[in-house]
């Protein structure tokens, strides 16, 4: 209560102020209509500043924090150096004319529980913040500052440039922004699309950089080239002056919109087109590509042939190639492949070793399906079914968070001219047939490419295992091999013969009917209900009756655990092996409710996992359960031999390969080595794969079915005797397998194990070198144990949650130094940050550093976390005895405790149901975390923050790791050993001496 009240000031004195103001600001009441939810209670206004600036208002009378992003409708295309356009977005941050330290900003939002990011693609530039409700105006009177009137500093250049250029090498290896950039480099020329938007040191490497970012800048950055979105907890007025007031400074310099006289794959122009290129795979893997380009002004709706190609049910494309073992289940439908295409559609499949072998196969399967659904041109029927299907959805769509909603206003507001649709509100508008139908006749042989890439394929012939790829991509140096189609067998596609399995979707017969808002009933409450006990019935149920959002929607789920649990490699290894298993049969068995909004997912870990979400139709709800259990008994344990290892061995061992893992994640992955009672290496589990057969995985399936206990739950629009139903469907189905099911709880068996302290004093130090040679990046990461998030800490009379409040805080009171000093002063890598970090209930304190900078290897990494700890003790030693010190940490906990309350508001009964039931299936359920943890931070004195930072940080009885990954970049240091560090070579050897567990 106290946060929500000091919450409401602020924006009530922004009411007081300024809702009477003359405002310059324009608006058409011709676009004012922007069409939303029957749910959402928001109010939009779409107004132009007085500087040309388009912006859309949003109040949201329900929300704590505000949330404002600003775009540019320029960004790669419009430049002449590779990287420019980041550039500026980085050096934008730097510093302005009234604000000469960007500190200022990003140290702003920190302190008022915000954030900011930036990003660039080839059309666009974007900022955006989040900030609490009471400072957003401050902030984005910062942000325009910046973007208005950026300094430009020559001495920040180089840090700059070291950012954009460790963001390049970080993402080196990213397989969708290869593909990209390969793909337009076979794109016609004319159209200035290198696709390469991030740039690096050697693009960005020219005399006269300085001059092309100022120019770059004073020729785009016009007011008139900018959209904007403001979303915040205040009236449609008070909005309105505010954004004036704020954006409407900004200089409008009345550019032209940027134009771009060719695409890169004109459909009129065939020649680059019909393409086949085998290109090599970064990430483990196959994976192929069939891009269809579309080229009408108008910029139509892709949406009946994108759904004809999503579609995953019975005909699908995607479930007669699944069947014939040529793909696997990684089945995307993109758009668009480039951002200057106008339209396109793109088809990601991930391919077998037989798909891989022959691709034409794929892409005869797909003509053979667009013929015999594309031939009679749009279906209306199913057209109408797709529209009533999405009409649906919109209407009972749960409430967004300010910061998706600021981004699909300016992501529809740069691609719509039709404000209507800012919220991708389903159009009302007829069927245009001549129009979809003109779109249909782009997805034909003549005009499509088609991209295969493995990481078997090579340049080299000692290791190739496909055609050797005699050329290089320019930008991430991507081997590749292009070709054309032959005109005989482009012949063939055009002539192709349909076949039966091949058809349109058949009717949904899940589509919910009945959406009655059930009356509540008299036992209903604000908590979740164990309405049938162990003791009454052999499952415990629990239910929760919402009456808040009133919307006809439900969600189940119910938790299955076995007698016992294992957690060796095999067992690790089969539970994976399950779920790809289950992944073959999910969609045929339930793709036709995840078509209408329903969410069905079972998963399996140390226990099996059963949920549905969706509307709360009872009859839909009973009829998605029953096909749920019904396809978990619906594994095939006796596949083709060679079927089972292209889609259940292989992508087993592709999920624990780490030859694509960052240098963070090995870094993590060596302290859970150090530090986790029972760690299962990934490199064992690869292992342990290739030795389990499918009459392993049916035995240990069959095995945990045996004896079982039985937790489930209803929450939303749902009455109890519905509840008690749908969980006898599950409980009915099981036993119908021959499950016993007991009254047992055997919640704590399945949680994680814990972890060991290790001795206080010296810094754990481990190095190693990243296995794979391209990769470039280093990275640290230096943690400090801290103790059971819900400890009292040192202080038994202090509340619960004392540990994780002091180190949220120290988070807070610490991050914007952390940030500046390793990254932006010390020029450490693209990515700098520490925080609090939890696992198996345990908090750490977490610094982490990742970057490729030549000299600033994790050696240097790590010995300027040292410096920055020993300033920051000196520092926070003295905050009791200054009003700014005090000011400050009494700040940060204002912030933390607004962020915990923020954070914890449910904004959906999804967001509330999570939370209910990630309690339910605990063996500690607590309903109140939110207010135990907010009384921790009020109870936090400044002395006892100053102790704590001695004995958990800083102290000789600090327990600390220190893990050191090194790329290519940098040279590792094996035997350097500073004062007060144990180098740890073997890590299991080590690990045998530690025995207390936390």
């Known amino acids: 209560m106290i946060v929500r009240l000091s919450i409401l000031s602020g924006f009530l004195l922004g009411c007081l102020i300024f809702v009477c103001t003359a405002l310059p600001t324009k608006r058409n009441e011709d676009d004012q209509i922007i069409v939303k939810s029957a749910s959402d209670e928001n109010e939009y206004r779409v107004v132009t500043l007085s500087n040309e600036l388009r912006c859309v208002v949003v109040s949201d009378t329900s929300t704590e924090i505000a949330a404002v992003q600003l775009q540019l409708g320029v960004g790669s295309l419009s430049e002449d150096t590779p990287g420019l356009a980041h550039l500026v977005e980085h050096l934008i941050f730097f510093g302005s004319v009234e604000y000469p330290d960007g500190k200022l900003y990003t140290d702003y939002l920190e302190e008022n529980g915000g954030q900011y990011n930036g990003f660039t693609g080839q059309t666009y530039t974007g900022y955006t913040f989040y900030v609490n409700n009471r400072s957003w105006a401050k902030a984005a009177k910062m942000l325009a500052s910046l973007i208005g009137e950026p300094l430009f500093s020559r001495d920040l250049f180089e840090s700059a440039i070291e950012a954009v250029d460790s963001e390049y090498r970080i993402r080196i290896r990213n397989d969708r922004r290869s593909l990209r950039t390969l793909a337009l480099e076979l794109s016609n020329p004319e159209s200035r699309d290198s696709g390469f938007t991030v740039g690096s040191r050697e693009t960005l490497n020219v005399t006269d950089i300085y001059e092309q970012v100022v120019d770059f800048h004073d020729r785009y950055y016009s007011a008139n080239l900018m959209t904007l979105a403001v979303v915040a907890n205040d009236t449609l007025d008070s909005l309105e002056a505010l954004a004036e007031e704020m954006f409407g400074n900004i200089p409008n310099n009345n550019r032209e919109v940027p134009t771009y006289l060719s695409v890169p794959f004109p459909t009129e122009n065939k020649q680059f087109l019909g393409k086949k290129i085998y290109y090599q795979k970064k990430e483990t893997g196959h994976k192929i590509s069939i891009f269809f380009p579309v080229n009408l002004k108008n910029y139509p709706s892709v949406g009946y042939i994108r759904y004809l190609l999503v579609h995953k049910g019975s005909g699908s494309i995607y479930q007669y190639l699944l069947a014939r073992g040529y793909i696997t289940t990684s089945w995307i439908v993109t758009s668009p492949l480039v951002d200057s295409q106008k339209t396109s559609v793109t088809v990601d499949i991930g391919a077998t070793e037989k798909g891989i072998a022959d691709p034409e196969f794929i892409a005869d399967t797909v003509f053979k399906y667009l013929k015999a659904a594309c031939s009679d041109g749009v279906n209306v029927q199913l057209w109408n079914s797709i529209n009533e299907i999405k009409r649906l959805k919109f209407r009972f769509q749960d409430k967004k968070y300010p910061t998706t909603i600021a981004y699909y206003l300016i992501s529809n507001m740069a691609k719509r001219n039709d404000s209507r649709r800012y919220l991708n509100a389903p159009s009302e508008e007829n069927l245009d047939i001549a129009l979809e139908n003109q779109i249909l006749e782009y997805f034909n042989p003549d005009n499509f490419n088609l991209y295969v890439g493995s990481d078997s394929f090579s340049n080299s012939e000692a290791k190739n295992n496909g055609p050797l790829l005699t050329k290089s991509e320019y930008y991430y140096n991507t081997p590749y091999f292009d070709g054309n189609f032959t005109e005989e067998q482009l012949g063939a596609w055009r002539d192709a013969e349909t076949d039966p399995e091949l058809h349109l979707p058949l009717p949904n017969d899940l589509v919910a009917k009945n959406l009655d808002i059930f009356q509540i009933e008299k036992d209903a409450g604000e908590l979740p209900l164990e309405i049938v006990n162990r003791n009454e019935g052999d499952v415990s149920n629990w239910w929760f009756q919402d009456q808040e959002w009133k919307k006809p929607k439900t969600i189940v789920k119910c938790k299955i655990y076995p007698s016992h649990v294992a957690r060796d490699a095999k067992a690790t290894a089969i539970k994976m092996m399950i779920n790809k298993m289950f992944d073959l049969v999910k969609d045929l068995a339930f793709y036709d409710a995840k078509e209408v909004d329903f969410l069905p ?398």
């Open 601 to 998: 997912a079972i998963s399996f870990k140390n226990d099996w996992s059963i949920y549905l979400s969706g509307y709360s139709d009872p009859d839909k709800v009973e009829a998605v359960i029953s096909k749920m259990v019904d396809a978990l008994f619906s594994l095939n344990f006796q596949m083709d031999e060679a079927h089972y290892n292209a889609t259940v061995l292989k992508p087993t061992q592709r999920a624990y390969d780490e030859s694509d893992d960052s240098a963070p994640k090995i870094a993590f992955k060596y302290v859970k080595m150090l530090i986790y009672e029972i760690f299962v290496d990934p490199v064992d589990v690869i292992d342990e794969a290739n030795k389990i057969s499918q009459s392993d995985i049916k035995d240990f399936a069959d095995s945990f079915l045996k004896d079982i206990s039985l937790i489930c739950t209803a929450m939303g629009n749902v009455r109890k005797d519905h509840a008690i139903r749908y969980s006898r469907i599950i409980r009915d189905k099981l036993v119908e397998k021959g499950s016993l099911i007991t009254n047992e709880d055997r919640r704590s068996l399945t949680e994680d194990m814990g972890l060991f302290k290790l001795p206080p004093g010296p810094s754990h130090v481990i190095r190693r070198r990243m296995e794979n040679p391209e990769a470039e990046t280093s990275a640290i990461i230096v943690g400090f144990q801290i103790g059971l998030a819900e400890s009292t800490g040192s202080d038994s009379e202090k509340p619960p949650y004392t540990v994780y409040a002091l180190t949220e805080l120290l988070g807070l009171m610490l991050g914007p130094t952390c940030f500046d000093y390793l990254r932006t002063k010390k020029q450490l890598g693209y990515s700098a940050s520490c925080f609090r970090f939890e696992r198996f209930d345990v908090t750490h304190f977490i610094f982490h550093v990742q970057g490729s900078r030549e000299g600033a290897g994790p050696h240097v990494m790590n010995q300027e976390i040292n410096n920055l700890i020993a300033q920051q003790q000196e520092t926070f030693r003295h905050l009791a005895g200054t009003p700014e010190g005090l000011e400050k940490f009494n700040g940060a906990k204002e912030t933390l405790k607004e962020r915990i309350f923020v954070f914890g508001k449910h904004r959906s009964l999804k967001e509330r149901a999570v939370d209910f039931m990630n309690q339910i299936f605990s063996s500690k359920t607590d309903f109140d975390i939110i207010e135990k943890k907010i009384a921790a931070v009020e109870a936090i004195t400044v002395e006892e923050f100053g102790r704590f930072y001695e004995e958990y940080i800083a102290g000789e009885t600090r327990r600390t790791f220190s893990s050191q990954v090194y790329g290519a970049s940098h040279a590792i240091i094996p035997d350097t050993v500073e004062e007060g560090e144990i180098l740890i070579e073997d890590i299991e050897a080590y690990k045998v001496g530690l025995t207390e567990l936390f």
